[in-house]
C-alpha cells in the first residue's frame, strides 16, 4: 500500500527519492537532518543504522541525546516531561521519506498530540524517533525479489539489534528514569514490526524478564512503559523466560491488575513469520537439544504463532465496535499479552495501517497517555475512569469514545 503525505507542516526529510522498478539498496542514510524536526504538532527524529549495527550520521543520534538530556538536566535543574514513541520498521522498509512505515507513524503522532491536549491540563510535547535501517535491499519484479531477502535481511536485523540502536533506546530509558527520579511524569513507548520487532525485543528482553520475575503489585519495567511488538520475526524460545514467570503458581496469584506493559500483536495470515519462518528454522529442532514439546516448537515458530503463549484474540469491526478484544478489558493481571489478529485486523506481514489495528494502537497508547499523568502508580487498574470511558475498562468501548481520528490514505 502507498500511502499520501500526511499535510501537517513538518520540515527537515529529505526529499522524496525516484521510485527505481530494480535495484539494490544502497547501505547509505536517507535522510540528513540532526535532532527534533519541527513545524509539525509534533517533533520527529530519524537515527539511522548500516548493516553491521553502526550509526551512518553520529550527528543524528548525538543531536538527539543533546535533546534528551536538556529535558532531563542531569545537574539538577528543572526538566520537562514529554510523551517519547519510537518506531522501528522491519522487513523491506526504510528510513525514505515517503516510505509507509514513516508516513504511518507520523500519523500516530499526530493523533496522540490531539489526545494529549484534549485530555486538559498542561498538555506535554510529543516527540517521535523512527529508527532506520536497510531493511530493503535487493528489489524488483514487484515484491518478488525482495521477497527473496528474507534470511539476508534477518541477518543483518540481528546485528542492528546489538548495535548502536541499543545506545539509543539506552537514552531514551535514561530521559524517562531521571524524570521519574525527579518527580515527572514522562511516557516512553517503543514500537518494532517484523525484524524492527526482532530488533526491540533483542534490546529490552533483559528489563521485561525482569519485570516479570516481580509479581507482587504493579509492574514497572526499567525501560519503557509499553512495548509493542507488531508480526515480530523472532523465536518463540526467546519469550519462554517469560513465559515461564507469568505462568507460575505465584504470578497467577497476583491480585493487581494493570495496562499492558508487553504486546506481541500477530497477524494470522502473516505468511512469512507463520510459514517461511519455521521452514527456515526446521533445523534448529534437530541441532538443538529440547526439553518437551513446547521447547522444540519454539526453536522452529516465531513468538506469534506459539499457541500456548496466546493470551488474546483480535477481530475486526462488529456492529459499533471498531475491534473485538478477547478478553477484553484494558487493565488485567498478566500485562504481557500476545494477540492474534484477523486478516480485517492486520492483513498478512505488512498490512499493518489498517483502521482497526490503528484504532486498537491508539487505544492502548492513549491509555498509557492518561495513566502516565496519574504518575508511576497510573497504570494500575485503581485509575478511575475517564469521562466517556465505559466502566468495565473495555477497550473496544473506549477507542470509541476517543472520536473520530484521521488516518493515512492509500
Known amino acids: 500500500m502507498s500511502m499520501s503525505q500526511p499535510n501537517d507542516g513538518l520540515k527537515g526529510l529529505a526529499p522524496i527519492e525516484p521510485r527505481k522498478p530494480a535495484g539494490i539498496m544502497p547501505n547509505a542514510q536517507h535522510q540528513t537532518f540532526h535532532g527534533f524536526m519541527t513545524g509539525a504538532p509534533y517533533e520527529l527524529a530519524v537515527v539511522e543504522f548500516d548493516d553491521q549495527g553502526r550509526c551512518y550520521d553520529r550527528g543524528q543520534m548525538d543531536a538527539v541525546a543533546a535533546r534528551l538530556n536538556a529535558l532531563a538536566p542531569e545537574d539538577g535543574a528543572e526538566g520537562e516531561d514529554v510523551i517519547l514513541v519510537a518506531f522501528v520498521h522491519g522487513w523491506k522498509h526504510d528510513a525514505r521519506s515517503d516510505d509507509d512505515n514513516l508516513t504511518g507513524f507520523r500519523t500516530i503522532l499526530n493523533e496522540t498530540v490531539n489526545y494529549e491536549k484534549a485530555a486538559g491540563a498542561k498538555p506535554r510535547q510529543v516527540l517521535g524517533v523512527f529508527v532506520g535501517w536497510r531493511g530493503l ?169 506459539v499457541p500456548s503463549f496466546r493470551t488474546h484474540s483480535l477481530a475486526g469491526p462488529t456492529g459499533n465496535q471498531p475491534f473485538v478484544l478477547t478478553p477484553p478489558g484494558s487493565a488485567q493481571a498478566d500485562p504481557f499479552w500476545v494477540v492474534g489478529a484477523a486478516k480485517e485486523v492486520i492483513d498478512g506481514h505488512g498490512g499493518i495501517w489498517q483502521k482497526p489495528f490503528l484504532l486498537f494502537i491508539a487505544s492502548l497508547l492513549f491509555k498509557h497517555v492518561q495513566a502516565s499523568k496519574q504518575g508511576p502508580g497510573g497504570a494500575a487498574a485503581s485509575v478511575a475512569p475517564k469521562e466517556g470511558e465505559a466502566p468495565s475498562g473495555d477497550l473496544a468501548d473506549f477507542a470509541r469514545s476517543i472520536g473520530p481520528m484521521k488516518f493515512p490514505q492509500p
Open 137 to 305: 535491499s535487493d528489489f524488483g519484479l514487484g515484491d518478488a525479489v525482495a521477497d527473496t531477502t528474507f534470511w539476508g535481511r534477518q541477518a543483518a536485523g540481528q546485528r542492528v539489534a546489538v548495535g548502536s540502536v541499543r545506545e539509543l533506546f539506552g537514552r531514551l530509558r535514561h530521559y524517562r528514569n531521571r524524570r521519574r527520579k525527579s518527580g515527572g511524569n514522562p511516557l516512553l513507548v517503543i514500537v518494532g514490526h517484523s525484524f524492527g520487532g526482532m530488533i526491540v525485543y533483542s534490546a529490552l528482553a533483559q528489563s521485561l524478564i525482569q519485570a516479570a520475575s516481580a509479581p507482587v503489585g504493579q509492574m514497572t519495567p526499567e525501560f519503557a512503559d509499553l512495548v509493542l511488538l507488531v508480526n515480530p520475526a523472532i523465536e518463540g524460545a526467546r519469550f519462554l523466560p517469560i513465559y515461564d514467570l507469568v505462568t507460575s503458581a505465584a504470578f497467577k496469584a497476583r491480585a493487581t491488575k494493570q495496562l499492558p506493559i508487553f504486546i506481541c500483536a500477530q497477524a494470522n495470515n502473516d505468511q512469512p513469520v507463520g510459514l517461511v519462518f519455521p521452514l527456515g528454522n526446521a533445523g534448529h529442532a534437530i541441532d538443538e537439544a529440547t526439553i518437551g514439546d513446547l521447547e522444540k516448537e519454539c526453536v522452529t515458530h516465531a513468538l506469534g504463532f
